[in-house]
């Protein structure tokens, strides 16, 4: 048995291109890109600079840190791997990197709706 038969949640399937993000989650990193010519940093998975188009990419670290961009509450289950979590929190956080990304909130305290608002929380990746 491997450590991914326990694990019931859908594994995304990293391409040539995505690869590298993913080699950096399983040593918990959080990898972004950016680009060598303008530096600007973006999501993972791009082959070429939004900005200046640029294709001469590089993989850095991220701080870490950054602040919620938007979330929500789910309360449906729509994959049986998210069934015991319910209900759950997952959102886009804008790192201060500038770069979005889309995650899953652990460790933090329910609240509702209208309790929590945009920037209302920082955030730290583990």
Not at 16 to 44: A, D, T, W, Y
Request: proline share 6%.
């Amino acid at each position: 048995m491997t450590p991914n038969d326990e694990y019931k949640k859908l594994l995304p399937s990293p391409d040539n291109v995505s690869r590298e993000f993913f080699e950096g989650v399983k040593r918990h990193e959080l990898l972004i890109q950016q680009c060598v010519s303008c530096e600007k940093h973006m999501s993972p998975g791009r082959m070429q600079c939004p900005l200046c188009w640029s294709r001469d990419l590089k993989w850095v670290k991220a701080k870490g840190t950054g602040k919620i961009y938007t979330y929500s509450v789910m309360h449906q289950k729509y994959h049986p791997g998210w069934e015991e979590d319910i209900p759950y929190n997952f959102g886009i956080v804008e790192l201060d990197e500038g770069v979005r990304l889309h995650t899953n909130f652990v460790e933090i305290a329910e609240k509702s709706d209208k309790e929590v608002k945009r920037n209302d929380l920082n955030v730290v990746i583990k």
